[in-house]
Structures are given as C-alpha cells and as structure tokens.
C-alpha cells in the first residue's frame, strides 16, 4: 500500500520513471494476493505513464484491464476515476464520442462518490465541447468547472482549468509545470488553440483537394485511396449530418475490390485517416461509432457550392 501511495503521488507530480517503479512493484503484488481493487488502481496510474509517455495504445489496454479489476471488486470511486483518465485520452485522440460517453458516465460516478473530482469532469466536458467548435457551451462548462474546484482544495485540478482557459503554463509555480495534469492541460489547449479559424471545409467534386476555413488549398495529388475515402466521408456527410462510415465501408472505399485481412484493412484505413488529419483535417475528422465521419460541427461544402 505504501509503494501504492508514493506512486500516485510521484506520477502526479510528473515523476514518471520513479512512479512507474513503485507501481509496477506493487501491481504485481496485488495480483499475486488477488486484490482486485488496489490492483486496479496500480495499473491505472502505470497506465497513466503510458500516456504521458505516448504509448496510447498500451495505455488504453493497460486502462482497460484496469477497469475490469475495479468492477470485478465493485469499487465506483475507482471506476469513476479511470474513466475521467480514458475519457481524457479518447480527447488527444480526438474520438469524441467514445470521450464523451466516458466523460459523462464519469461526472455521474464522482458527483456521488467524490465530489472533489466533478470539477475535474467539467473541465474535460468542456474541452470536448470546445473541439467540436462550441464555444459558448464551453466557456459555461468551463465556469461550472471553476465553481466546482472553488469547493476543495485541489491545487492539481485548479492549475488544470487554469491552463484549459488560456493563462501561459509559465505562470503556475514550477512543481505544478512539470505535474501530469498540467502537462495534459497543455497538450489539449493546444488542441483547442489549433481548430480551423473558420467551420467550413471546401472539398474538390472528386475530393482531389480540400480547404479549411481560410488555409491554403491542400491537394492530394495521386494518392487514390486517400481520395476515395475522403470523397466517400464528404458524401455519407452530405447525404446525412453527422452521419458516418463503418471501417469495412471506408476499406470498401479506399480499396474497391481488394481483398485483404480485416486487421491489414484496418490498419490501411487508420493510417490513411491519420494522413488525412495530418494533412489539416485534425478538427475535421473524428471517430464515430465503429468508423469514422466529418464532424457535426463543421459546415463540408462541395467547391461548386462555395463562393469566395
């Protein structure tokens, strides 16, 4: 228990290495006296090193085995925690749905089982609300947030919203610049910093090229699968808003006719969204459901619709 606590401790001061090696010591412990609680709480903090780290795939696994061991000991306070920590990671990955179900389900969970972390909640709520261009709803969560932490003593928290609205990460004392809440808040108000400075996207009948806001034109040249699948998004979305496709439609739309394993398909399609995201479709594409879609929040244009 004590290797447990002083692991906590130095993950949240941002001492991840030194962290890492109490925790991992005392997971193996726990699994071997089968405490499915405490266990539980170890891998989520080794988890949460993986993802400071950005080994999010590791780290989504770590959480969700996590998960499984809180809900096996039937613990909510723990269940509620590990969910704002996935919740935040679905944010950097920017599957906003699948944040948003976590994120909610948490709010719910720690309003009844430690009060202290709702305003925690709300902050992230916002900064998804924020990345599907909801400003106005943003900033209210944002106000709901810093009225929640005004009830607690949460330095960690507070420093977090702090960050979240704007106010330079330099500012904060230097133990708290290096915490992994803080340097979460960082990473996400850049996400938030970076949107399309206007909601519309012009994309070339054959989505040969596309346009965001008032960015230069991006042209994808010979590459004829990001093409097909870009074209096949812009047309399930213009069909029907916030619809979205399967990731055996986009491997249909990307490679008609090919035949491949479903793991090689979805690995093309991952790739080639990131590409797509790369390319300055970030705050465009987003995870939907068991595929992918343009987001709600973004006015897609055809260019024959578009007047300068």
């Not at 906003?96 to 202290?116: G, H, N, Q």
């Not at 290096?178 to 340097?183: E, I, K, N, T």
């Not at 070339?204 to 590459?223: I, N």
């Not at 006719?257 to 479903?262: K, S, V």
């Amino acid at each position: 228990m004590a290797r447990l606590a002083l692991g906590v401790l130095l993950v949240e001061k941002g001492q991840f290495r030194e962290g890492y090696a109490e925790l991992f010591d005392a997971e193996a412990v726990f699994q071997r006296e089968d405490q499915a609680h405490w266990r539980g709480i170890a891998l989520t903090y080794l988890g949460r090193i993986q993802h400071e780290a950005g080994e999010r795939g590791l780290a989504l696994a770590r959480y969700a085995e996590a998960r499984a061991c809180i809900e096996e000991a039937d613990v909510r306070r723990a269940k509620g925690i590990i969910l704002l920590f996935t919740g935040a990671l679905h944010l950097e990955e920017r599957s906003l749905d699948t944040a948003e179900a976590c994120l909610r389900e948490a709010l719910e969970i720690v309003r009844e089982t430690c009060p202290d972390h709702e305003g925690l909640a709300l902050a992230l709520l916002a900064v998804l609300l924020a990345l599907r261009g909801a400003e106005d709803d943003a900033e209210r969560t944002f106000d709901r947030a810093e009225s929640a932490l005004s009830r607690y003593s949460r330095p960690l928290f507070t420093a977090l919203l702090t960050v979240l609205r704007g106010v330079s990460v330099e500012s904060l004392d230097s133990e708290l610049q290096l915490a992994a809440d803080v340097r979460l808040a960082c990473r996400l108000r850049a996400m938030m910093s970076h949107a399309p400075s206007a909601s519309s996207v012009v994309f070339a009948v054959d989505a040969s090229w596309f346009r965001v806001g008032t960015q230069e034109e991006v042209k994808l040249g010979r590459r004829k699968a990001l093409k097909s699948l870009l074209l096949a998004l812009v047309t399930a979305r213009q069909r029907k808003p916030g619809a979205g496709l399967t990731i055996a439609e986009l491997i249909r739309a990307g490679w008609p006719g090919e035949r491949m394993l479903p793991h090689a398909g979805s690995e093309r399609v991952y790739a080639a969204i990131a590409t797509l995201r790369r390319l300055g479709l970030r705050n465009v594409l987003e995870q939907h459901e068991d595929g992918y879609r343009i987001s709600a929040s973004v006015r897609a244009l055809w260019a024959s619709e578009h007047q300068d």
